[in-house]
């Protein structure tokens, strides 16, 4: 385990230096895909349940990866609504991601650090 562990370590860096644009990618699709994924969940368990979960951990039927892209997001239930940001990507906040405004649409999410295309 102990090897496995330096291998990945000296890995990374490697790739840190080979890749320099490695870490910016990698947070963008862990952050899009942790975005994405919040909100599939938080719908789903309104058209269940009627209502937004009060906290992330009330999310039921997870699947074993959902807690992962549910650590990339801070939530606040808002009324009808809820407020969504996105805290992180891989390892640290995605330079810029933006989505089209028809993502938006039908969606119970009011405020969000991350912004329509323009």
């Known amino acids: 385990m102990q090897v496995t562990t330096r291998l990945l370590s000296v890995l990374w860096i490697v790739a840190l230096f080979v890749g320099c644009n490695l870490k910016e990618q990698a947070d963008a699709k862990f952050g899009d895909q942790g975005f994405k994924t919040a909100i599939a969940l938080i719908e789903l368990h309104k058209v269940r349940f009627g209502e937004y979960p009060e906290q992330l951990k009330n999310l039921q039927f997870t699947g074993d990866w959902d807690p992962i892209a549910l650590r990339s997001v801070e939530y606040r239930r808002t009324g009808s609504g809820y407020e969504l940001n996105l805290t992180k990507g891989w390892v640290s906040m995605p330079a810029a991601l933006t989505y089209p ?18």
């Open 101 to 118: 405004p028809s993502f938006w649409q039908g969606l119970g999410l009011v405020s969000s650090n991350l912004k329509p295309d323009k």
